[in-house]
């Protein structure tokens, strides 16, 4: 049985670009843990990467990105549901001249 999928965002990332899509008629159940998903951020002036997951929440990394536009740099966040898609927009970015950083970047 296929599952029906619906858009949640895209977030334009330059020439990359990222699309979340989330599954349709799934209930959470109580008690149940929280979906887990990958984080991507990137720094399009210093045109490096990171890549930070499994996590269950993103709102560390959500304010940091924030925080840091708010003081002009220019950098933006991907949240991907699974290794696979993040391992894609890796790929994607390497094309594009990135590198990925080890460390964190914000």
Request: hydrophobic letters at 45%.
């Amino acid at each position: 049985m296929r599952a029906s999928l619906r858009l949640v965002e895209i977030i334009a990332l330059g020439d990359v670009g990222c699309l979340v899509l989330m599954e349709m008629g799934k209930q959470k159940r109580s008690g149940a843990a929280p979906p887990l998903f990958w984080v991507v951020v990137e720094d399009h002036q210093t045109k490096v990467f990171a890549v930070f997951g499994p996590l269950s929440k993103d709102i560390e990394w959500t304010n940091r990105v924030a925080f840091a536009r708010e003081r002009g740099r220019d950098v933006t966040i991907c949240t991907v549901t699974s290794e696979g898609d993040a391992n894609i927009i890796t790929g994607n970015l390497t094309q594009h001249g990135f590198a990925r950083s080890t460390v964190a970047i914000l």
